[in-house]
């Protein structure tokens, strides 16, 4: 591969994640549920996974369920938690910039019933605890706000909005696939936890009670996630068959992947610190650069509370999809949003929420950078996207 810069859609597998899920597939490749001692060796192998797990983000090993990736996770808990709550209120808050995973389920459960606020966030990508507590009603069950957005990269204000949902006995699901592994944090659920785990800071998120994550999306398999479901939240299965995780998700556990995310987690939080401090440099370098070279060109999402590998930047009077083909022509490939939505060919509805002016919308490309990434990488990204948009705009002419 060249210069891969598309690590918010998929990350490079670490290392650490194929050496601990290969002999899960190779040798010891029992069913979890067998009671005979390779089907014994492969519960072992899912239950030091979930201790792992837990350790990193500092909650307890029982409140993670394993699934299948971040959808899964996201239509089990906001699924699973208003059919389980339904008698409690039918009141549902969310935002405009949302995953499809999440707005899709909440489109479906508006069919069973629920009534969906929909919170607009400013041209930053941002929503505010003001907007949210503006909205809840008595009847206000759950909001669903995702950490960080997968195109614009902004980063809402979780713990704000934790501390008010759990001040206000209202459960809160976070769509966290894209900040797992890559913005520091505790759940803070562990009894009697000693000290943070690496690479997370003293800030716990007491009040999250459901949060969702994609392998990966932080250097472990594909089809691999999981849903934290804080202890004592009521959800109900979407997925009806054996009596695995709990009974929350049925069917035999993708040992591998999940041996295999672990060891992808337990690397990304010890290196976090590092990871996210030259992703950043990187980003901020490259963001800078491309506003200074080519003109009418401008940055979308915060500066600040942004994911630290992402470059979103629109061109005005450019199509994106004619850069994306001409990039990846250079060996460089990119994207033009999120993957679900670049291959639609409709502008992203994160791109509609944040109002940006006409002649930007369709020249809107995403660069994400990985721990890997280099600035001879960044360099060459910059220079050929120098020379596509002045092509680009002088064939308009
Ligand atoms: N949520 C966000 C923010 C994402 O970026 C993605 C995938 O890109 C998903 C959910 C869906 O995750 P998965 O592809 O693992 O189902």
């Known amino acids: 591969m060249a210069i891969y810069l598309d690590n918010a859609a998929a990350m490079r597998a670490r290392a650490e994640a194929l050496a601990a899920a290969m002999p899960y597939m190779a040798e010891q490749y029992g069913n979890p549920s067998s009671l005979h001692t390779p089907g014994l060796t492969a519960k072992k192998a899912i239950q030091k996974a979930r201790e792992d797990i837990a350790t990193c983000l500092w909650c307890k090993p029982n409140e993670l369920v394993f699934t299948s990736g971040g959808t899964e996770s996201i239509n089990l808990g906001i699924k699973g938690f208003f059919e389980a709550n339904r008698s409690r209120g039918k009141h549902i808050i969310t935002t405009n910039i949302e995953h499809h995973a999440v707005s899709e389920s909440l489109a479906w459960l508006r069919t069973l019933g629920a009534d969906i606020t929909v919170l607009p966030v400013n041209g930053e990508g941002l929503i505010t605890v003001e907007q949210i507590a503006r909205a809840i009603r008595p009847d206000t069950v759950l909001i669903a706000v995702q950490y960080a957005n997968n195109e614009i990269g902004s980063i809402q204000p979780i713990a704000e909005i934790a501390g008010f949902a759990k001040e206000k006995g209202i459960a809160l699901f976070v769509d966290a696939v894209q900040a797992v592994g890559h913005v520091p944090f505790a759940l803070g659920s562990a009894e009697g936890a000693g000290k943070l785990p690496q690479g997370t800071t ?196």
């Not at 009040?207 to 934290?228: D, E, N, R, V």
């Not at 990304?268 to 650069?289: G, P, T, Y």
Request: with cysteine.
């Open 202 to 397: 003293s800030q716990d998120f007491l009040g999250i009670t459901m949060l969702a994550a994609s392998a990966h999306k932080f250097g472990g398999p594909k089809g691999t996630g999981f849903l934290f479901v804080r202890e004592g939240t009521k959800l109900a299965p979407q997925m009806h068959g054996g009596p695995q995780e709990m009974r929350l998700r049925a069917g035999t556990e993708n040992v591998p992947g999940i041996v295999g995310m672990a060891a992808a987690i337990i690397s990304s939080c010890r290196e976090l610190r590092e990871d996210s401090r030259k992703m950043r440099a990187l980003r901020d370098n490259m963001i800078d650069r491309i506003l200074e070279t080519i003109p009418d060109s401008r940055v979308n999402g915060t500066r600040t509370n942004r994911l630290p590998g992402n470059v979103s930047i629109s061109f005005a009077g450019v199509e994106a999809a004619s850069v994306l083909v001409l990039m990846d022509m250079a060996g460089i490939a990119c994207s033009g949003g999120s993957a679900c939505t670049s291959a639609s060919g409709t502008l992203s509805h994160v791109i509609q929420a944040i109002h940006m002016p006409e002649d930007y919308e369709n020249g809107t490309i995403r660069m994400t950078l990985s721990p890997d990434t280099t600035r001879a990488e960044v360099d060459a990204a910059i220079a050929a996207l120098t020379e596509i948009v002045a092509k680009l705009r002088a064939g308009r002419q």
